[in-house]
Antibody
Framework: EVQLVESGGGLVQPGGSLRLSCVASGFTLSTYWMNWVRQAPGKGLVWVAR????????NYADSVKGRFTISRDNAKSTLYLQMNSLRDEDTAVYYC?????????WGKGTTVTVSS | QSALTQPRSVSGSPGQSVTISCTGTSSDVGRYNYVSWYQQYPGKAPKLMIY???NRPSGVPDRFSGSKSGNTASLTISGLQAEDEADYYC??????????FGGGTKLTVL
């Protein structure tokens, strides 16, 4: 069964850092582009970042550029999102998503709360 | 990276058809045939329903169909069923490996 399981969410103060992880199973992570998509409480979906299969290119939404870093360890079948300089508006459920030009497979999400 | 425009809500009775619109620009929806649609139940992860404007993944009922004209894409659900009541989001490739979602539409089955 194809599965994505996120972890690493939690409560962090503004200006703090957090690293999210996403473990993939049931498929070979190294052959797919991967994304992070987030959803603030009661709000819509927002694409956050994308990484290609060999980690040679990464892309980011303007709202997180320079603060977030997407990376992957294909040997560990794991995707990461390093989040620095966190702001209140980064509070959201963060989904790990397998996808090329469309978001085909979603994890259940991990919740990040930025608050003092 | 402005969000695509969707109606906040739509509704229909069981058996009827409803269409949800998704309006972008000539830089996203109008330029690429990479529009996708997602269904999301409260507290659950989204599920892919349509990709590349018109294609249905395996397992998605053929009651769901997609189309595009100019800068506007549409999702049509025919033969509405109670289980279709959910939030629906469109998404478009926006170039240079970036994507933009719509604000979401709440579908109510009366």
């Amino acid at each position: 069964e194809v599965q994505l399981v996120e972890s690493g969410g939690g409560l962090v103060q503004p200006g703090g850092s957090l690293r999210l992880s996403c473990v993939a199973s049931g498929f070979t992570l190294s052959t797919y582009w991967m994304n992070w998509v987030r959803q603030a409480p009661g709000k819509g979906l927002v694409w956050v970042a994308r990484i290609n299969s060999d980690e040679s290119t990464t892309n980011y939404a303007d709202s997180v550029k320079g603060r977030f870093t997407i990376s992957r360890d294909n040997a560990k079948s794991t995707l990461y999102l390093q989040m620095n300089s966190l702001r209140d508006e980064d509070t959201a459920v963060y989904y790990c998503v397998r996808g090329g030009y469309y978001m085909a497979v979603w994890g259940k999400g991990t919740t990040v709360t930025v608050s003092s | 990276q402005s969000a695509l425009t969707q109606p906040r809500s739509v509704s229909g009775s069981p058996g009827q058809s409803v269409t949800i619109s998704c309006t972008g620009t000539s830089s996203d929806v109008g330029r690429y045939n990479y529009v996708s649609w997602y269904q999301q139940y409260p507290g659950k992860a989204p599920k892919l329903m349509i990709y590349d404007v018109t294609n249905r993944p395996s397992g998605v009922p053929d009651r769901f169909s997609g189309s595009k004209s100019g800068n506007t894409a549409s999702l049509t659900i025919s033969g509405l069923q109670a289980e279709d009541e959910a939030d629906y989001y469109c998404c478009s490739y926006a170039g240079t490996y970036t994507w933009v979602f719509g604000g979401g539409t709440k579908l109510t089955v009366l």
